[in-house]
């Protein structure tokens, strides 16, 4: 039985981009961490803050997102699952809440890197998986909730259990929590997956 094309939105820092490496990568070189710290964005971002370094933690976030966010990458199972829910007919939306510039240091577009990086790597056969009238970047996390309204999304897929939880999340949008380190076992708003081969399981269900 064929699937009935439904709306999907996706957030986009965390749930599509994974910063593990790249937030690793700027450290070591920024010689703020040992080199043999554990390749993820958590580590380094706890790393920092057991130093008292929370400022240089808030810069480095601003760097990353801005001037190398091209080095950041998609979690696995990115493309193949976007390029079956476009082959199944679904329309794919990235709502995400993202501040135009960093809170500290260089005043980088965040909202450009993010848009050249979609257009350069949620590609397949040199076509763009999500057309640039779908990539909606929100300032506030209320304004990404009633995007998300506006556009009528039927599924929902985050890595902040606060934003599926919010009061205002859309009644009619079934959520889904991106967990890939089970850090929430306790979210029960809806189907909580580890990868994004697990999320095409569910899609294929919708």
Known sequence: MEC???????D????IVCYDGVFHKVAVEQGVIPADTSVDKV???N???????EGVWTEMQGYVYGARMDDATFFPSVI?????????GH????????????????KYDLHEAA????FSHLVFDGQPLVEGGSINFREKKSDKLDR???????IFLDDLPEILEAPNFPVKTKSVLFDPRGHHLSFVDGPRVSSWIEFRKILSLV
């Open 4 to 10: 009935k094309p439904v709306k999907i939105g996706l």
């Open 12 to 15: 986009f820092d965390n749930t």
């Open 43 to 45: 580590s380094v971002r």
């Open 47 to 53: 790393a920092l803050r057991a130093k008292g370094q």
């Open 80 to 88: 193949d699952t976007l390029v079956a829910a476009r082959d199944e």
């Open 91 to 106: 329309s794919l939306f990235i709502v995400s809440h993202k501040t135009r510039h960093p809170f500290m240091g260089p």
């Open 115 to 118: 848009r050249n990086w979609i």
């Open 148 to 154: 998300s309204g506006h556009i009528g999304c039927d």
